[in-house]
């Protein structure tokens, strides 16, 4: 799916879940209709003599030079961007979502310096670490011909790694899922730079999982660290939805039959015989992404009898938002259902990042916002018959646009979203994959969530000898949240409200108790902390067996 496809496929998924509260059809604004919608408007433009021209950019220059330490005054590799500004704005209102997507994302390097020329003018910066530290920001004047200098001590609010829980992602690619390696995505990036951009974020395992081909496996294993553990991966095409095989060295191939021997007996057998493949090689065999948009890369619905055959499932792909009416909100969904019928997958996430600076969809987004101006502004005079579906766009870009925006700015790129798991012991790749084949991890992209039913964690059965327990929830988080929900068996979700709390040196702790909580018809519980669909996490299930069920 092309770049222009996957943009406007996202939006109008978001719409679609919003768009009757709005008072229009949702059936007007499917993923096909917006796209149309979207290059019949941009035709209109120019035939009404509006052309589309990205603001030029500043060709004056000054020099950032920034060095990130930690606590011990150690130069820290880590995240920093950098949003042009008008000069207002916080965290607090506009600065995420200004209406203004241009962005750049860099890293510093393994001193914590960052050096580089930008156009002159005013920013906000930010740096971060991922879900252990605060997010740092400032606001940055950067002056033509000049060198503008930032020290920041980077402190963490929790080390999970203490208390046994690892950060990775696991779905990621570089250079060799693109035509120059056979592949058909245009990727740059080396698994060296992919390595660095994971690490960036905090990340302490990461799988490069590449298109049609092995090639990465000995350059990926080489970047390797005492902290960071590279997971060997590849993403198999297999025209019925994409295998993960993880951890496995030889190249699984997925046998596509041609148009006279392809029946779904075959298929099925192929999905069988592979996922076993790949299992006797010591690996973990995962269904990516089931319920994408293109029929060749999603689950196909008519196999869900033989889903078992997979070892986990991806239920959170960051290539785009966890929001209702996206591929990634009916893949939570699927996993749900999944678990009300007894089937238990454990879920992952994965950024499938394609494109470590995260400036994918600038030029779309500017288009999109030009083509809303002349539409509000009234110089483009549509149609009587458009003016229906004209509304539902400019519906679209009250609310959903600018949600799309937040999301690409917080979320967008290598661990953008990632999978926290816990080890027992030493951390190295087989324990990795065990835990999550063991489903004892939460997914998340920004928020620590780990609860326990009285010592109980996630991907463990908790055995009840009452009807009541305390539910423990550890939950912190560098930016603020605003709830839980609670999904149970039976269909049951429950919200419980958070409480406003102060922020302390970067780190808002929600962490509580619910004391006595019934567990009397409960079999599985997942819990997940939000804001948005910018400030999540998800847990795997803990189940509950009655004492004389044991």
Same mark, same amino acid.
């Given at each position: ?36 919608? #979207? ?79 930008? &156009? ?107 902290? +960071? ?71 196909? &619905?008519?196999?869900?009898?033989? #889903? ?47 494109? #470590? ?95 326990? #039913? ?57 962490? +509580? ?27 795997? &299930? ?9």
């Amino acid at each position: 799916m092309s770049k222009e496809s996957k943009f406007f496929s996202i939006l109008a998924d978001m719409a679609w879940s919003t768009v009757n509260n709005k008072g229009f059809q949702a059936k007007e604004l499917n993923s096909s209709k917006f796209t149309e919608l #979207i290059l019949w408007l941009e035709e209109f433009a120019v035939y009404s003599g509006y052309n589309y021209e990205e603001k030029p950019g500043n060709k004056e220059i000054g020099i950032l030079k920034l060095k990130a330490v930690g606590e011990q005054g150690e130069g820290l590799l880590c995240q920093v961007k950098l949003f042009p500004s008008t000069g207002g704005g916080t965290p607090a209102d506009n600065y995420l979502d200004n209406g203004e997507l241009h962005m750049y994302r860099e890293m510093t390097n393994e001193q914590g310096i960052l050096e580089k020329s930008y &156009p002159a003018g005013q920013y906000h910066l930010e740096i971060t670490r991922g879900s252990e530290y605060p997010v740092y920001w400032q606001k940055l004047v950067i002056e033509t011909g000049r060198t503008t200098q930032v020290l920041q001590k980077l402190e963490s609010i929790v080390n999970l790694k203490e208390k046994g829980w690892y950060c990775g992602d696991l779905h990621h690619h570089s250079i060799y899922s693109s035509p120059v390696y056979g592949g058909t995505d245009p990727v740059v990036e080396s698994p060296m730079e992919v390595s660095h951009s994971m690490r960036a974020l905090g990340l302490t395992f990461g799988a490069l999982s590449d298109h049609h081909n092995t090639l990465n496996h000995t350059e990926w294993e080489r970047t390797g660290t005492e902290e +960071f553990t590279p997971l060997i991966s590849k993403e198999i095409s297999t025209s019925n939805g994409h295998v993960m095989s993880l951890g496995v060295k030889e190249d699984m191939i997925y046998q596509i039959p041609d148009d006279k021997h392809r029946n779904d007996t075959y298929l099925r057998e192929e999905f069988i015989r592979i996922t076993d493949s790949i299992r006797e090689a010591g690996g973990l065999a995962q269904i990516n992404h089931p319920r994408d948009h293109s029929r060749a890369i999603s689950w196909n &619905p008519a196999f869900n009898d033989i #889903i078992t055959t997979f070892d986990t499932m991806e239920i959170w792909n960051g290539s785009n938002p966890m929001y209702p009416g996206t591929t990634n909100h009916k893949a939570f969904r699927f996993w749900l259902e999944l678990l009300e019928q007894g089937i238990y997958l454990p879920a992952t996430a994965g950024s499938d990042t394609h494109n #470590i600076l995260a400036n994918d969809y600038v030029q779309l987004y500017g288009k999109i916002r030009w083509l809303e101006n002349l539409i509000r502004d009234g110089r483009l005079k549509l149609p009587e018959g458009i003016l229906s579906l004209s509304e539902s766009f400019l519906s679209l870009c009250e609310k959903e646009l600018m949600v799309f925006e937040k999301w690409v700015k917080c979320n967008l790129g290598s661990g953008g979203v990632r999978t926290y798991t816990y080890l027992s012991g030493e951390k190295n790749g087989f324990r990795i994959l065990d835990s999550l084949r063991k489903g004892r991890s939460y997914l998340t992209n920004g928020p620590v969530l780990i609860p326990d #039913i009285d010592g109980t964690y996630p991907g463990n059965t908790y055995i009840l000898h009452n009807k009541i327990a305390d539910i423990n929830l550890k939950l912190l988080a560098n930016r603020p949240l605003e709830r839980i929900n609670l999904y149970k068996n039976n269909n049951i979700k429950e919200v419980i409200s958070l409480e406003e709390t102060r922020c302390i040196n970067g780190c808002f702790d929600y962490s +509580f108790t619910l004391f006595h909580y019934s567990l009397e018809e409960v079999r599985w519980i997942v819990i997940q902390a939000e804001s948005d669909c910018t400030n999540m996490a998800i847990t795997n &299930p803990i189940f509950i067996k009655r004492a004389e069920e044991v």
